[in-house]
Nanobody, 120 residues
């Protein structure tokens, strides 16, 4: 069974950092594009970043450019989040599919998410 599991969320103060991980089981993640999404209460899910299977970074939301960095190794994709702001809290979710353009599709492989909270 193909599964994704996120980890690394937590409670931090504004300006601090977190690194999220998205680990695959049951399939080879290195053959998929992987996207990070976030969803805050009462808001629609938004794409944060996406990385192609070849490691080419294609997307960063304007709100995270210069602060977040996506990277990958064989079976895990990471999201390094620096200078966290009060508007960044959400459940962060990763998803895998063939292309970054399809990674938000409901037929993609989705994780369950990890909570990020930013509070002083």
């Amino acid at each position: 069974q193909k599964e994704l599991a996120e980890s690394g969320g937590g409670l931090v103060q504004p300006g601090e950092s977190l690194r999220l991980s998205c680990a695959a089981s049951g399939f080879a993640l290195n053959t998929y594009a992987v996207g990070w999404f976030r969803q805050a209460p009462g808001k629609e899910r938004e794409v944060v970043s996406c990385i192609r299977n070849d490691g080419t970074i294609t997307i960063y939301a304007d709100s995270v450019k210069g602060r977040f960095t996506i990277s990958r190794d064989y079976n895990t994709v990471y999201l390094q989040m620096n200078s966290l702001k009060p508007e960044d809290p959400a459940v962060y979710i990763c998803a895998a599919d063939v292309l970054c353009s399809t990674v938000s599709d409901r037929r993609a492989i989705w994780g369950r998410g990890t909570q990020v909270t930013v509070s002083s």
